[in-house]
């Protein structure tokens, strides 16, 4: 039970959630997770005896904007498309690198210069 109200008290700071029929913040009653990405929530309308409304929530992790620098080899994320982005352009910088190391040691391409 304790361990339930420091749940509670640990999500309610972090992550707000409004009752869909009274508008009143719901309070994490328990959480269940079955994987590392995936977690059940009990939800529990604090408008006690007004409303009343008690519900089953999800929340999963559907996106990597940063990646781990610790990431669980057992966990696979989808990387956003704004990360993807990132990821190609370094790669990109990276070659372009390379090839600008490359024209260096060729002595036609200093000629060339305009
Ligand atoms: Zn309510």
Redesign the pocket.
């Given at each position: 039970m304790t361990e339930h109200t420091e749940i509670a008290m640990h999500a309610g700071r972090r992550l707000r959630v409004d009752?869909p029929?009274?508008g009143?913040h719901m309070k994490v009653r328990t959480s269940k997770t079955h994987l590392p990405d995936y977690r059940e929530l009990y939800l529990n309308?604090t408008?006690e005896f007004a409303?009343g409304?008690r519900c089953k929530a999800s929340l999963g992790i559907i996106e990597t904007i940063v990646p781990s620098y610790h990431p669980n080899p057992h966990v696979n994320i989808k990387f956003g498309a704004w990360l993807k982005r990132q990821i190609r352009l370094e790669a990109e910088g990276q070659m372009r690198l390379g090839l600008e190391h490359q024209t260096k040691k060729e002595p036609h391409h200093e000629r060339r210069t305009h």
């Open positions: 009752c029929h009274c009143s309308c408008n409303c409304f």
